[in-house]
């Protein structure tokens, strides 16, 4: 069975500092993967995926991520964090199966203080 | 612009009632998925459908049901049975059966149990 493991229900960061928020996951095949922000009291939004191609994603608002296939890891991370950068944010792998849906991780909430 | 509309944002509902979220779209996506976040549990998956008139339970469809009698509208149902409901819920929406396609979300609707 597919899983996403999101290592870390809480981090924290200065601003400025370096945002690294880590996503493990297992699939059989070679998946798809999704990083997504939430805001609070609002939906989902994506920030980034990986698809075929180059392993290094960049995304919107200065994220990016890197696809490990040996490590089967999908990080992401951004320079400098910013206190706007404060919010949750999910990692998702695609199913094997067409025609089912997304599986996402149990999200990490990232805290910036000044 | 092309969204997803999700109504009403927040809802109360009193023991025993069923209640209807709305989830409406003008992207012309034909999948359509219903996701409930409770904190630190991240999203889990109620219903989804590929296509108009069809449609399949996720991992907690029990106490919930969906029509999905036009491409542009998935409402969602929550029961009486369902007995605790108060969560948000989320709708997404993405173009077809591909699994390299992101999900496009609403911003969601709050339900309290009063």
């Not at chain 2, 023991?15 to 992207?27: A, D, F, I, P, R």
Request: aromatic share 12%; net charge positive; proline share 4%.
């Amino acid at each position: 069975a597919q899983s996403v493991t999101q290592l870390g229900s809480h981090v924290s960061v200065s601003e400025g500092a370096l945002v690294l928020l880590r996503c493990n996951y297992s699939s059989s095949v070679p998946p798809y993967l999704f990083w997504y922000v939430q805001y609070p009291n609002q939906g989902l939004q994506l920030l980034l995926k990986y698809t075929t191609g180059a392993t290094l994603v960049k995304g919107i608002n200065g994220f990016e991520a890197e696809f490990k296939k040996s490590e089967t890891s999908f990080h992401l991370t951004k320079p400098s964090a910013h206190m706007s950068d404060a919010a949750e944010y999910f990692c998702a792998v695609s199913p094997i199966q067409a025609g089912t849906a997304l599986i996402f991780g149990k999200g990490t909430t990232l805290s910036v203080s000044s | 612009d092309g969204g997803i509309t999700q109504s009403p944002k927040y809802l109360f509902r009193k023991e025993g009632q069923n209640v209807t979220l709305s989830c409406e779209q003008n992207l012309n996506h034909d999948a359509m998925y219903w996701y409930r976040q409770d904190p630190g549990q991240g999203l889990r998956l109620i219903y989804y459908s590929q296509i108009v008139n069809d449609f399949q339970k996720g991992d907690i469809a029990e106490g919930y049901s969906v029509s999905r009698e036009k491409k542009e509208s998935f409402p969602l149902t929550v029961t009486s049975a369902q007995k605790n409901p108060t969560a948000f819920y989320l709708c997404a929406a993405k173009p077809g059966q591909l699994t390299n396609y992101g999900y496009t979300f609403g911003s969601g609707t709050r339900l309290t149990v009063v």
